[in-house]
């Protein structure tokens, strides 16, 4: 990757600019430009040429937007979070008052260590299992206090997210800071998949494959947006297998056959479900489950044209800056992984209100 390092120095008057021009003839005056604001101006010169601001920015403006579409997004991430925490212990100090009590020590006593049972057996055996490899052949019985102690905090910390979420409803409470002017990319969703109204208000695309497990995790918070944001988002799925998921692209090309017969989403919904069942078998017996004619869907399968689609997809993914996934555009905002659906929400929201 090409690093480029610009100094930009401030003008204070003629004698300023001379002092920094080299000696003999020069074609240009050395202009240094706010950042973005002149594309005409000079960003270097040498005896006999020059280089504007948006020869140097234009190559590389994709990955300039999205270098400041993080950024803004970290930024307003964090701004969210702080005024939500703050929010929260205001709400907890005004609940301690209302109720008469000393401190939150006692509220949060009384509404979550009172309120969690101790862990059942099922509850114990359960983490033994989940946590075997980090106990170092400790049996059940010897790690079961610690074990206890996991049960209880995971039980806890669930019944904290309940309780707060029920005293922001109470208090009428939420977070609304202005979401940030965030540069948009645009991407075609191409003739792929989609659900959700043709002319949706916001539009969200995907680049993913069946074999990533962060995918199929994914998958629940766009769910939760296409359910709250009905008649108003239209999701679109298109392909990015990765060269290390042998599985990916074969199973792309069984989804997309079905699709040929609408069956795309009955297929495309049983392998995000079971992405370690992509071998061939896999994939027929969610072909025959999905109702599609297998005849047509193995010549399908056959046809070249089909890989070169899916191969299609990954190229306009890279081509605006997808590596891994899944990748997401909504309303042209890139977010990368897997992220909770208060992230989607923020955007959606933000595109709705942008469009009336």
């Known amino acids: 990757m090409l690093s480029l390092i610009v100094v930009i120095a401030c003008q204070t008057g003629p004698e300023t600019t001379s002092a ?11 202009v240094a430009p706010a950042y973005g604001a002149e594309p005409a101006a000079v960003a270097a010169y040498w005896e006999g040429g020059s280089l504007t601001y948006a020869e140097v920015t234009t190559p590389m403006q994709r990955q300039l937007d999205q270098m400041l579409s993080e950024y803004l997004m970290g930024r307003y991430d964090a701004e969210y979070q702080a005024a939500q925490q703050l929010m929260d212990e205001r709400l907890l100090d005004a609940e301690v008052k209302k ?24 509850e114990l055996a359960e983490a033994y299992e989940a946590l075997k490899r ?31 979420d029920d005293l922001r409803k109470s208090y009428k409470a939420t977070v609304q800071l202005s979401f940030p002017d965030v540069p ?14 043709v002319d949706a208000p916001v539009v969200i695309v995907q680049f993913a494959e069946f074999q990533c ?83 047509k869907w193995e010549l399908c399968r056959k046809d070249p044209a089909m ?13 605006v800056g997808v590596t891994g996934t899944p990748a997401f555009f909504v309303d042209g905002v890139f977010i990368n992984g897997a992220q909770p659906y208060e992230k989607f929400k923020v955007i959606v929201e933000a595109g709705l209100k942008k469009r009336g």
């Not at 920094?20 to 050395?30: F, H, R, W």
């Not at 991407?187 to 792929?192: C, G, H, N």
């Not at 890989?307 to 081509?319: F, L, R, S, T, V």
């Open 99 to 122: 109720r008469g009590m000393a401190a939150v020590e006692d509220l949060l006593k009384a509404e979550i260590n009172d309120k969690v049972s101790a862990p059942t057996e099922a």
């Open 20 to 30: 920094l021009v080299p000696p003999g003839p020069s074609p240009v005056a050395l």
């Open 213 to 295: 497990p962060y995918c199929g995790k994914a998958r629940e918070s766009v769910d939760q947006v296409l359910a709250n944001y009905e008649g108003k988002v239209k999701f679109v799925f298109r392909d990015f297998p990765l060269d290390f998921h042998a599985n990916a692209i074969p199973a792309a090309i069984a989804a997309n056959c079905a699709g040929q017969q609408d069956k795309y989403w009955q297929v495309h919904d049983a392998f995000m479900k079971n992405q370690q069942a992509l071998a061939e078998g896999d994939l027929l017996r969610a072909a025959r489950e999905s109702g599609v004619d297998m005849e």
């Open 184 to 197: 948009r990319i645009e991407v075609s969703a191409d003739d792929d998949p989609f659900v959700g109204p």
């Open 307 to 319: 890989e070169a689609e899916i191969k299609k997809d990954a190229a306009d993914g890279a081509a």
């Open 134 to 164: 980090k106990l170092r052949g400790q049996t059940m019985e010897e790690a079961r206090g610690m074990l206890g102690t996991a049960v209880t905090q995971k039980k806890q910390g669930e019944r904290y997210t309940i309780f707060i």
